[in-house]
Each structure stands twice: as structure tokens, then as C-alpha cells.
């Protein structure tokens, strides 16, 4: 690698500054340019931080949605007077109503931009996990956690492909991992 003349006396920023400043040269030559190669140029930054967080929080809701509903078996089970096969159906319901959710949000992103649907899945997980903490049966807690199993589906691959894309080659990988560990 070839370091530029202005030396700051730290050889891996050095590098990196002749690396970008190498990449808009090229670009400046060429008199235009990629998507791909403006996300190259522009690097991480404050943006991609807070949108990795954001979608960080969104899928650790996920998890404790998830979570929760585990706990609470045996006490809806007791209350409600339910069978073994009835309190297992508790959280896979949330997993089996997000594979509809995946396709359609998927199809609905590419019509309408993944914003509105994101907004639309938050929005759906967030109503219905509400209501679902006032349902008086066994059945109305089974309707509002497929609604809330359906929004999961909407966002969760959306979120990877935000996080992929607006993010530099080298990182992509790293950054949809720490969103998921987040």
C-alpha cells in the first residue's frame, strides 16, 4: 500500500486516507459513479450506527417477545386450563405466522419501499403485543400473536438487507451480525 506524503504517523490511517483518496480520484476521472461505490467512499459513520441500533433494539424485542410468552406458559396453561399441545402453541405461533409475513413483506417492500413497511411491522408488533396482554382467552391471545408473528415476518429480513446495504463491502457481514447482537 502506498502512504500518502502527508503523514499523520499512524501507517493504518495513512493507508486508509490514499485509499479514499485513490477511490475519488478514480471516481473524479470517470465522471461518475456507483451506488456501490459512493457506500465504498462514504464508509461508516454516525448514520449507520444509529440504524444498526435501531434495528438492533427492534430485533432484541423480537427476542424478548419471544421470551416472554415462553415464561408466561405455565401460568396461562394453569388459568386457562390448557393442554400440553395448547401451551406449546403459545410461542410457535410467533414463529410459524412470521414465514407468511417474510414472503409478503418482501413483495410489499419492492412495491412500496422497505420504510413504510418497517414503520408497518413495528406497528403491528406493537399494537397487537399490547393487546395480547388483555386477551380473556385462549383463543383472542393465539389471534393477536399471529398478528404479532406476521410483523416479525415483515421486518426481519428487511432489516438485514437495510443493514447490507448501507453498509461498505468490507463490513456488511460485521454490521448485520452486531445488529442481530444488539
Known amino acids: 500500500a502506498v502512504v500518502s506524503t502527508q503523514s499523520t504517523g499512524n501507517v493504518d490511517e495513512d493507508v486508509l486516507k490514499d485509499s479514499r483518496e485513490r477511490k475519488l480520484a478514480r471516481i473524479k476521472r470517470r465522471g461518475e459513479y456507483s ?14 450506527w444509529l440504524w444498526m441500533s435501531l434495528f438492533g433494539l427492534s430485533s432484541m424485542a423480537q427476542s424478548v417477545e419471544v421470551t416472554l410468552s415462553s415464561i408466561i ?15 406449546m402453541l403459545i410461542p410457535m405461533i410467533i414463529i410459524l405466522s412470521s414465514i407468511p409475513g417474510d414472503f409478503i413483506g418482501g413483495k410489499l417492500a419492492d412495491k412500496y419501499g422497505r420504510y413504510p413497511i418497517l414503520v408497518a411491522g413495528q406497528s403491528l408488533i406493537a399494537i397487537f403485543a399490547v393487546l395480547s396482554s388483555f386477551a380473556t382467552s385462549y383463543a383472542m391471545y393465539i389471534v393477536f400473536r399471529v398478528f404479532v408473528g406476521f410483523g416479525f415476518g415483515l421486518i426481519v429480513f428487511l432489516i438485514i438487507v437495510q443493514v447490507a446495504e448501507i453498509n461498505p463491502t468490507a463490513y456488511r457481514g460485521v454490521a448485520v451480525a452486531v445488529t442481530f447482537l444488539m
Do not use: F, N, Q, R
Request: charged content about 30%; overall charge negative; aromatic content about 10%.
Open 35 to 48: 451506488v456501490d461505490e459512493a457506500v465504498e467512499y462514504i464508509g461508516v459513520g454516525k448514520y449507520h
Open 73 to 87: 406458559l405455565s401460568d396461562l396453561g394453569c388459568d386457562w386450563d390448557l393442554t400440553v399441545t395448547e401451551e
